[in-house]
């Protein structure tokens, strides 16, 4: 499985699926009838509060009040396993569950994948990372019919997949506020 930006676009129907969450019960995305928040995020752990993940994960978080308010549901995505999963959301204090897709299926189809493997081993000293595939750092937001309404994928200027880029959540809250967004 080699890099990809995921094949489905604004308009297209959200494929459905079920995924283990932190505490190991299964949920099923996008959430039937609300509006659906999928984060991607490349590994658990990783980046801080000014870059990466966990800012990703963390400014969601802070904005989640508004979205649920709203009537979306929230969740965030990737490979790592539920195990992981429950300590860094409880080390980041997140309200929203995270997902496990293990097998990387759900983000090949939404925001495809990167070898992150690659990307770490030629940003530092380490070698022998590549192949480690991950999901790419993306959002996409569902409507109430299960249409994609909004979609953004974390690329470099050439448009491949580049993890190391953070979503504007204005967009996003955008998507499911609808006029009502304070941006």
Avoid: H
């Avoid at 994928?153 to 955008?174: I, N, Y």
């Amino acid at each position: 499985m080699a890099s990809s930006i995921g094949a489905l676009r604004v308009g297209d129907r959200a494929p459905c699926c079920t995924l283990p969450a932190s505490d190991f019960k299964n949920v099923s995305v996008p959430v039937a009838g609300r509006k659906t928040v999928l984060a991607f995020f490349p590994a658990a752990f990783s980046g801080g509060p000014e870059k990466g993940c966990e800012c990703q994960m963390a400014t969601l978080n802070k904005e989640l009040q508004e979205l649920t308010a709203a009537g979306a549901a929230v969740v965030g995505i990737s490979r790592e396993l539920p195990f992981t999963m429950a300590a860094w959301a409880q080390k980041l204090g997140l309200q929203f569950p995270l997902l496990s897709d293990s097998n990387l299926k759900v983000a090949q189809q939404y925001v495809g994948t990167v070898d992150l493997g690659a990307m770490i081993d030629a940003r530092t000293r380490t070698r022998g990372l590549a192949g480690y595939l991950s999901s790419n750092r993306g959002v996409v937001v569902v409507d109430e019919r299960g249409m994609v309404i909004y979609k953004y994928v974390s690329t470099d200027t050439q448009g491949a997949p580049d993890p190391g880029v953070l979503p504007d959540l204005g967009p996003v809250k955008e998507a499911v506020l609808g006029a009502r967004a304070k941006l």
